[in-house]
């Protein structure tokens, strides 16, 4: 063998074994690169961008749980960062997927932050960042939710609950034509269309009010309410009704609790209570409305001496149409659709329902709702100006409608 030939072969094992070399070194660096990725915990660049511009609650994750990054609306679930993510079954989601490595969707019901009592349903989905890192990306879908219940609920008891003062009003009609010549029928049959008239209006009016609440969650419109005003104002609007009945009145409880909410809505939950009451009352009887401060939340009471609920019937005065009792209801012109606003309006507030009854002794409904501090005397003095001027605009369209009805002002 030749000098050139050897010194040829010795070239080529000296690339050969460069090359090999070269790829071991771009292994091992590559394989470190991962292994340091799969360690670490920093949020890949890019990402916080990405989280700024979403308009769903998302955040990023470590196998601690502790929260890294979040978008902007994250903050409404007390998602922040620096802080460990609280919710055990968001945590056991990016924990699965971690280990996974395969993306995963559930659907669960988490609360807001500072509203506790006022879960909502969500879909989150979990995708893993690496061997350490997991993104939440958590979609609110409450109001779909409730869109959704209200268009099968809205056919399904309207059609049921409106054939009856229909087919009644179908009816008597057909009796005032036969009784043409009979002033005396004519004027009973009148009467009596006139009530189902009544019954069929104020019907209407209540579906229209309960699928409002449960159509939009309308948070963003809320102000500071006194709660003392909406009992004054619950009582006052149903005194005549309580005369009426022989039912006594009574007020007690602390003052000066505030929440944040739609005082109309809640001087019609609270009032739609003072009714019920009335009516399952005897007479002579009392009815009490109290309000307990208690920490974070403020309580409004209505008790009355009553029948009382049943307990088979206590899990279920809160559905819509339903009556515990049939007969009085049809008698006191009851549409089923009080108790039912009054949870859905609580609801709408961040807050809940209790109930505590006996046959015999009577029921007491409370509505739990979150308290807030009392505004500032300069920030309440605008807020009852806002009501004064809303007060004024429904007056003035009112007595319009009045005009042009033909009737006196």
């Not at 961008?49 to 998302?58: F, G, K, P, Q, T």
């Not at 056991?92 to 280990?99: C, E, G, I, N, T």
């Not at 006594?248 to 602390?254: K, P, T």
């Not at 009854?357 to 409370?366: E, I, N, V």
Request: with cysteine; net charge neutral; hydrophobic share 45%.
């Amino acid at each position: 063998m030749t000098t050139g030939s050897i010194a040829l072969i010795a070239l080529a094992v000296g690339l050969l074994i460069g090359v090999g070399l070269s790829a071991i070194i771009v292994w091992a660096y590559r394989a470190r690169a991962q292994v340091v990725e799969a360690a670490s915990t920093l949020v890949p660049q890019g990402t916080e961008d990405v989280l700024d511009s979403m308009d769903d609650a998302a955040c990023v994750v470590d196998a601690s749980g502790l929260v890294l990054a979040t978008s902007h609306p994250a903050a409404r679930f007390g998602i922040d960062v620096g802080a460990v993510l609280e919710n055990t079954e968001l945590r056991q989601l990016a924990r699965s997927v971690r280990a996974s490595g395969v993306a995963a969707t559930e659907t669960m019901r988490i609360t807001r932050s500072g509203v506790g009592l006022d879960p909502r349903l969500v879909s989150a989905r979990a995708s893993a960042l690496g061997g350490q890192l997991t993104l939440l990306v958590i979609r609110d879908v409450t109001e779909q939710e409730r869109l959704d219940q209200v268009r099968r609920d809205f056919v399904a008891n309207t059609s049921h609950e409106l054939k009856t003062p229909v087919g009644a009003v179908s009816l008597l009609a057909e009796a005032i034509e036969s009784a043409a010549d009979d002033p005396a029928q004519v004027r009973i049959f009148a009467s009596r269309i006139s009530a189902e008239a009544t019954r069929l209006a104020q019907l209407t009016g209540r579906i229209m009010s309960l699928s409002r609440l449960q159509a939009s969650d309308g948070a963003a419109d809320f102000e500071a309410v006194a709660v003392d005003e909406v009992i004054t104002a619950s009582i006052e609007g149903h005194a005549v009704q309580a005369d009426s009945a022989g039912v006594e009145l009574v007020r007690g409880g602390d003052r000066g609790a505030y929440v944040r909410g739609d005082a109309q809505i809640l001087i019609e939950a609270v009032g739609n209570l003072v009714a019920n009451a009335i009516v399952y009352s005897p007479r002579g009887s009392r009815v009490g409305v109290g309000v307990t401060i208690e920490g974070e939340t403020v309580s409004i009471a209505v008790s009355d001496q009553g029948i009382g609920i049943t307990e088979a019937d206590r899990e279920r005065v809160f559905e819509r149409f339903y009556r515990a009792d049939e007969a009085r209801s049809r008698r006191t012109g009851g549409t089923g659709l009080g108790l039912s606003i009054v949870k859905h309006a609580t609801q709408r507030h961040g807050g809940e329902v209790r109930l505590w009854s006996r046959p015999g002794r009577g029921s007491t409904f409370t509505m739990v709702l979150p308290r807030i501090d009392a505004p500032a005397p300069d920030a309440e003095k605008k807020t009852k100006k806002k009501k004064k001027k809303k007060r004024a605009r429904t007056a003035l369209v009112t007595d319009a409608a009045r005009i042009r009805n033909g009737e006196n002002a």
